[in-house]
Nanobody
Framework: QVQLVESGGGLVQPGGSLRLSCAAS??????MGWYRQAPGAQRELVAE???????NYANSVQGRFTISRDNAKNTVYLQMRSLKPEDTAVYYC???????????WGQGTQVTVSS
């Protein structure tokens, strides 16, 4: 049974930093990534990383956010710097099962950027 445990969200001032973590268990995963959903908006891709380390970022976070993963721990991280109020959203971890490509979502963690 696949389980995802997210952590690291919270309240931060503009210009600040946060680090999100998502620990996955129950399988081996290919692509791992982060999505976010702001109130009244659709869920959107923030960043994703392949098992080989190739990354893809949304234009809005390029240069400010860094995604990484520890394959031994089945954990994906999102280091967020220079945070802006428009980064405020619920952030969701998403992973794909390496064997059947089924997608799994975390429960979401709130990130609020406000002074």
């Amino acid at each position: 049974q696949v389980q995802l445990v997210e952590s690291g969200g919270g309240l931060v001032q503009p210009g600040g930093s946060l680090r999100l973590s998502c620990a996955a268990s129950g399988s081996i995963f290919s692509t791992m990534g982060w999505y976010r959903q702001a109130p009244g908006a659709q869920r959107e891709l923030v960043a994703e990383i392949s098992s080989g380390g190739s990354t893809n970022y949304a234009n809005s976070v390029q240069g400010r956010f860094t995604i990484s993963r520890d394959n031994a721990k089945n954990t994906v991280y999102l280091q967020m710097r220079s945070l802006k109020p428009e980064d405020t959203a619920v952030y969701y971890c998403k992973v794909k099962n390496r064997y059947d490509y089924a997608a799994y979502w975390g429960q979401g963690t709130q990130v609020t950027v406000s002074s």
